[in-house]
Structure formats: C-alpha cells, structure tokens
C-alpha cells in the first residue's frame, strides 16, 4: 500500500508538467471560438466587419448609372477604442477590401495606390484628406478624370466600457461594446454618402 | 529511525494520508476548471462570414460590362437641328469649320477634348454634307490642318473666348465650337449631368449665329455608351495624354503669315497698276524697342527736319538747298553736314550690331516677297534704295521714322527721283501686352496715305519675338 502511495507522487507530477506543455490542432469548420478573457478577438472583429461592410454595400447599392461603376477608395481604419488592435488591424483591411471588391457594385482602387498617393501629396492623418485642396490633389494623384475615385471608405473603430467592482462573493465585471463604423465619403465634395456601423458586447469577470 | 524514513522525500510523502492526496488533486482541477479561482475559457459560436469570393466563383467566369442593345445617341437629333440652322444662316456662309466639343470637368485642371466632343463635331461636317452644304465643311481633321497652317496651337480653341479671338485665322466664314460641362449630384446624390452645347461663331458678323444644348444624365443606363465616350480623351487637343507630336506655332511662320495678310489687305486697297515706279518696303520699324534704333531715328529725324525747312526755303527762294552750315542734332552742335552725316553713320553702325536690325530687315525682306506675289504682274517691290544718295536716305529714314512722308515734299521727292512710286512702311507695336505688326502705305505722287493694315503677333510668341529683338 505504501508503495502505490510513493509511486502516486511523481506520477501527479508528471501529469502536471504535461499539462503545461503547448498543443495546436485544426479546428474543425463551424467549431465554437473562442472569446478573449481580457481583449476582444477574431469572433468580436470577425464580427464588425461582417456587419458593417455587408450594410455599407447594401445602403450604397446604388441605382446603375450609366458613368460605370463607382470607384471606391478605401483609405483604412482610425483605431480610437481602448484596445490597440495589434495584428487585427491589417486582417480588418484585407477582409473590408475583400468584400468590397467581391460584393458591391464597385471598382476598388488597390489599397496599396491610395496609400503611395497619399504619401506622394503628403498627407499624414486620414482627416488632411477633409481639406478639398487635399482631396484634389489626392484625386489628382490617383488619376484624371474618370480614372479617380468616386468615394471614399473610411472606418473608425470605438469602444465603451461599463464596469462593475466586484465584492467579497462576487467577481469584478466590465462590459465592453466594440464597434465599426464604416462611411463612405463622396471624393470630390467630402460629405458623408453613407455610414453604418457593427457592434458586440463581451463581457468580463476578474 | 528505519533507512527509509532518513529520505526526506518519502517522509513527506509518508506523511499524506492518500485521502489527502486525492483532496488536492480533486482541488487543484476544480481550482483550473471552475470560476472559483479564476477563469475558464469560453467559447462561442463562430461568426458565419460569407464568402464573397467563392460566390462569384461559384457563379461562373466573370461577365464582362458590355453596352448590350438599346443605346442611344444623345446628340443624333440636336445635331440635325444644329446643322440645319446653319444651313440656313443669314447671309449665307460659303465654309464652316467645326471644332471639337470641349469638355469641362472639376475633376480636371484644364479643360480637355473627349471623344464624344470630337465624334459630335465630325456628326455636324457630316451631317452639312449630307445635307447638300454647298460650301465647304470642315471637319475636326480638316481643322486641325488648317490651325497648323494658320500656325495656331489647338490648345487656343478651348474657349469660346479664344475661338473668337483666332476664328478669322481659320479662313471660315462660320466656326462651330461647343462644349460639354459635367454637372455632379444634380437632382440625386449618384445623378451627374452631361450638359452639351454646340455655338455656331460667325466671323465677319462676330457673333454666335446659332445655338443649340441637350442634356445626357447618368440615370439613363441608355447613355453608357455615350458617357463611355464622353469620359475617353481623344487625340485632338495638343496637350492630351496622348502627346501625340503637333505642329506648335513658331515666329518665324507668324512672321511669314503676318506678311502674307498684310500684303493681301494692302493688295486689296491700292491698284498696283497706278503706281508709277516700283514699291519700297522700308525696314521694320522696330525703334520702340531697341535704344541704339531710337537715338539713330532721333538724329535722322532732326536731320531730315532740317533737310526739309531748308529745302522747302530753297524752293521758296529758287534757289539750290544750302547745305553748308551748322546743323544741331540731339542737341549736339555739327559744324557741318558731313559731321551730322558721320555721327548718323556710327549710330546706324551700331543698330546694325544688334538682333533687332537683322530681325528689321528679314521681316521687310518677307513682306516684299508677299507684295511682290500679290502685285504681280506689276511685282516690282524691293528692299533698298540703291538708287537714292545717302543724304536723301537720311532725309528718307527720319520722315519715315516721324511719319513725316506723306508731307515732306523733298523725301517724296529724292524717293520718285530713285524709281519709287509707293513706300511701304511696316512698324512693331505694342499696346499693353499684345505686339502687333502695323503697316502704312504713302503713295508718293500725291503723298497721300494710300492704305493701311495691322495685323496682331499670336500672344503666345510674344517671348520668341522679344529674344529675336534682343531684349
């Protein structure tokens, strides 16, 4: 009896050690995510972007014009949220870009030329491009004429936190809404054509 | 104390009931896997994202945008109606130019020639012709060569302002000019609004004869091809994307056409066959822009005053003209004739130093060529007074210089004695900003002005002009 006690030690031991050590697998498709115990993730983001690009192609699905299609410019995501997006942020372009090119009834300007351009007319911050000389010579660089862009995209993401403190029996709580707002922007005038936006709350206990 | 219990391991161990061990143990996995002691990873249903990409794969290749049947031509029935009333333009032109339609667009810094402007504007020759125009109706083409012949860029047709300004260059007695201006938003944030206008310009009336608009909005997928067209730039300007090579105008050929319409007015008001003797072309009065010309003119101009007052008095008297004598020029006291004659010489040397001399005497050369042409079979036009003493052509070149011709009889005189019946004098002036060449004709038997013509330099050869007078 003695002995399997003895024995019983080093074994919970190295089922501990094991148990630390790193795994990966495929998830499997239609497979739960998981939710950030601290930050937002994929699933928070993943759902932004749905909600918010699906909406902005649907409100501007407008009428067919006999110009052609319209060129959009997207021209990226101010981040003012409490949480620094990290390596969200370039996914989130690439997935806005993404549907706008496949869905809409647009023509996107390569995000890789609005960014030369707006360096070759030496704009820093997105709202430079609110000055109409700016935007001009921003739609200068891009092209003449029918060539430039009809509309800009342009997102924000935000966040708001509620929070509650915990007592002895119970844990601190923080709710935190993520959103993106999306707004296309009319190139040649800089009003507002449309703006939608994506939301979701997560919860947190400490 | 047995060996074993000296192992401090297994007295630790030995010391655990194993009910004991199984408390932590059921403790530490409750402690990792319930929220007592923090967290436990959560899970939630995945976002179902669609797939956009694969829908359009899955709907097959990509179709391409084509126009498809049911387009219309905006311009087709404003067209007939324009070139009808050009038809029927009162008093009656014997050639129409048409130029493009020019588009004016925010978006662009300038205004510029689409292929619609240029496809309407061939509509409108065309449609001249098929109509039985019975003179002639130049299409963008033919305008083009003819604005190379006139030596006139096609970037100076893109206002109305300028095609009045060079309309009579183009030699038609009607030039049809339009423009296309985009209108954004109007009516509806994604409506935009081609506004169309063809003008008909009548060059001797100067005025726009007749007119005609139309509108091609956006909203009317019919027009796609016509917006297709208009967002297209064609070849036809000088200055497009195209760059394609143009004849760009030059002094030289602004020279030649300046001589060949002044000869052509002057032609056009004296009969070559009543001058008696040849027609002089005096150099190109250029004195208002070149000091050293100034100053020899001045003296000349003196000179030949006092030539004149002595001359007429010898007349007055019968007696033969005293030239002996002082004579001031410039307010310089010469102690003779031949000392003021000297004084012009070296002044006259001076001015033949310069550009402006050399530019005086080329003009003069092409513009005897010109009347020469038109005053032919007559054509006796020259450059020089060979046959006048230099005393005389001192005499000569200060009334010409003061536009004294016409009365100083001993001029008039010394020039008839030397074969000329008529004296062209060409003089370069400048009125604000715009050069323009002025020539007078003195018809030496009665010295009268027998005519004169002005025709002004192409503003854009102003700087060319200036560099080949030296300034």
């Given at each position: 009896?003695k ?12 089922a ?32 932004l ?18 110009q ?24 989130i ?13 647009f023509?996107v ?11 070759e ?9 609110f ?11 891009m092209?003449?004429?029918?060539e ?7 997102g ?5 936190t ?12 923080k709710?935190?809404r ?9 190139a ?14 997560i919860?947190?206990?400490? | 104390?047995?060996?074993?219990t ?18 932590i ?6 402690a990792?896997q ?13 976002v179902?994202t ?6 359009k ?9 084509v126009w498809?049947?049911?387009?219309k ?44 402007g ?27 060569v003819?604005?190379?012949e ?9 206002t109305?302002?300028?095609v ?28 935009d ?31 796609r ?23 760009s ?7 030649q ?11 056009s008001?004296?009969?070559?066959a009543?001058i ?19 100053t ?22 019968n ?30 040397t ?16 092409g513009?005897?060529d ?21 005393v005389?052509?001192?005499l ?19 020039l008839?004695?030397?074969g ?7 003089r ?32 854009a ?10 300034r």
């Amino acid at each position: 009896m003695k002995k399997i006690h003895v024995l019983f030690v080093p074994l919970a031991l190295a089922a501990v050690v094991a148990a630390c050590g790193s795994t990966g697998r495929v998830k499997a498709e239609g497979e739960d995510q998981l939710v950030g115990d601290k930050r937002a993730g994929n699933l928070t983001y993943d759902e932004l972007v749905q909600q918010s690009t699906t909406k902005l192609v649907q409100q501007a699905s407008m009428q067919a014009r006999a110009q052609g299609p319209y060129k959009v410019a997207f021209f990226g995501i101010e981040t003012k949220g409490a949480e620094e997006l990290r390596d969200q942020l370039p996914a989130i372009y690439e997935q806005i870009e993404e549907i706008l090119v496949n869905s809409g009834p647009f023509v996107v300007l390569s995000r890789k030329a609005v960014d030369r351009a707006r360096q070759e007319v030496g704009l820093r911050d997105f709202s430079d491009l609110f000055i109409a000389k700016n935007r001009d010579a921003f739609t200068g660089v891009m092209g003449r004429d029918s060539e430039s862009p009809d509309v800009l995209v342009y997102g924000t993401t935000t966040t708001q936190t509620t929070e509650s403190e915990g007592g002895w029996f119970s844990r601190d709580t923080k709710e935190r809404r993520y959103s993106l707002s999306l707004e296309m922007i009319d190139a040649h005038t800089g009003t507002i054509l449309s703006k939608v936006s994506g939301k979701q709350e997560i919860e947190y206990k400490k | 104390m047995t060996p074993s219990t000296n192992r401090p391991f297994r007295r630790i161990a030995m010391s655990f009931s194993p009910t004991a061990f199984a408390s932590i143990g059921l403790f530490l996995l409750a402690a990792c896997q319930t929220e007592v002691f923090g967290g436990k990873d959560t899970y939630s249903s995945r976002v179902e994202t669609t797939d956009y990409a694969q829908e359009k794969i899955d709907a097959g290749p990509r179709k391409i945008d084509v126009w498809g049947p049911g387009q219309k031509d905006p311009a087709a029935e404003p067209v007939a109606r324009f070139s009808d009333a050009v038809m029927h333009l009162n008093p009656k032109p014997a050639s129409v130019a048409v130029l493009p339609l020019v588009t004016y667009d925010l978006r662009t810094n300038k205004p510029w020639v689409s292929e619609m402007g240029v496809g309407t504007a061939d509509a409108v020759a065309r449609a001249l012709k098929e109509q039985g125009f019975a003179g002639q109706a130049f299409d963008t083409a033919d305008a083009g060569v003819r604005l190379a012949e006139a030596n006139i860029a096609r970037s100076s047709f893109l206002t109305l302002e300028q095609v009045a300004a060079n309309a009579h260059r183009l030699g038609a007695d009607v030039v049809v000019f339009g423009t296309i201006k985009r209108r954004d938003r109007v009516g509806a944030l994604d409506r935009d609004v081609l506004t169309c206008e063809l003008q008909a310009y009548d060059v001797p009336g100067r005025r726009i004869a007749t007119s005609t608009r139309w509108e091609i909005p956006s909203d009317d997928t019919s027009y796609r091809q016509a917006w297709d067209l208009a967002q297209a730039e064609n070849a036809w300007a000088g200055d497009s994307r195209y760059a394609m090579p143009s004849g760009s105008p030059g002094l030289a050929a602004e020279l030649q056409r300046l001589s060949d319409d002044l000869a052509s007015a002057l032609a056009s008001k004296i009969d070559p066959a009543k001058i008696e003797g040849s027609i002089y072309v005096a150099p190109l009065d250029v004195a208002a822009f070149v000091p050293q010309l100034a100053t020899l003119r001045s003296a000349q101009g003196a000179y030949a005053s006092e030539i004149s007052r002595r001359a007429d008095e010898a007349r007055a008297n019968n007696e033969h003209l005293d030239s002996s004598g002082t004579i001031v020029l410039d307010g310089t006291e010469y102690p003779s004739f031949q000392a003021a004659e000297a004084h012009m010489t070296k002044l006259g040397t001076a001015y033949q130093a310069t550009p402006a001399a050399r530019f005086a005497q080329s003009f003069s050369s092409g513009l005897a060529d010109a009347l020469r042409a038109r005053t032919a079979p007559a054509g006796r036009a020259v450059n020089d007074l060979a046959a006048v003493g230099p005393v005389d052509r001192a005499l000569i070149d200060g009334e010409l210089s003061q536009g004294g011709l016409a009365k100083s009889f001993a001029a008039r005189d010394a020039l008839r004695a030397g074969g000329v019946g008529l004296v062209v004098a060409p003089r370069l002036e400048r009125i604000g900003d715009t050069y323009q060449i002025r020539v007078d004709a003195y018809e030496l038997a009665n010295g009268s002005l027998a005519g004169g013509a002005a025709a002004p330099i192409a503003p854009a050869l102003v700087t060319e002009l200036e560099r080949a007078l030296g300034r």
